[in-house]
């Protein structure tokens, strides 16, 4: 997406910088600023309009906000990802279009099951996290809220992380992801 032009690698380095920015903060905090979910977004819409002429470039963007937004909403619902969470995805998804966004979402998925397991493992043990995951697949809601005896911010997964996995393989090798 970002290959070809010296505007499109610019805007590239943009939209990394962004989410490395989001995920440090999910990381430090497990808050991601509502200013730089702001800034992806009207960044995005920009990128559009740079790329297409404004009224593609707008339609394209908030499109794409609309999917990020829709795909992610009902995980917050059930409490399984935080509304930054949500709104970070949501705010990327303005760069990468309707396709792009679900190609991302489908990236992110895969590497947020993958960060889940990890950190189950490094918080809990490798056999917690094998037990709680094989549960997970049989009753999901097993994960819709922490342990009782978790409540320090600090252990719950960051998962901006793997929605940014997601999002930038999509947006760096999108050739790579059937869709």
């Known amino acids: 997406m970002f290959a070809g032009s010296t505007f499109g690698l610019l805007a590239g380095v943009v939209f ?8 440090l903060s999910d990381l430090r905090t497990r808050r991601i600023p509502n200013q730089l979910v702001l800034a992806l977004g009207v960044l995005g819409l920009a990128y559009n309009c740079g790329v297409y002429d404004i009224s593609r470039g707008l339609l394209h963007g908030f ?14 619902l059930l409490g399984w990802l935080g509304a930054g969470d949500v ?3 949501a705010g990327a998804s303005a760069w990468l279009g309707v396709s792009g966004a679900l190609q991302a979402a489908g990236a992110a998925a895969v590497a947020g099951g993958i960060l889940t397991i990890v950190w189950l493992g490094w918080e809990r043990g490798i056999r917690v996290a ?8 049989i009753h999901p809601k097993v994960l819709a809220s922490p342990s009782a005896t978790i409540t320090d911010r600090r252990r719950l997964v960051p998962y901006g992380f793997a929605l ?15 869709l």
């Open 16 to 23: 990394t910088t962004l989410l490395a920015c989001g995920c």
């Open 63 to 76: 499109a794409g906000m609309s999917i990020g937004l829709a795909v992610w909403l009902p995980f917050w």
């Open 87 to 89: 709104k970070f995805f």
């Open 130 to 137: 094998v037990e709680k995951s094989m549960i997970a697949m």
């Open 164 to 178: 940014a996995v997601g999002l930038l393989a999509v947006a760096w090798f999108p050739s790579f992801l059937p």
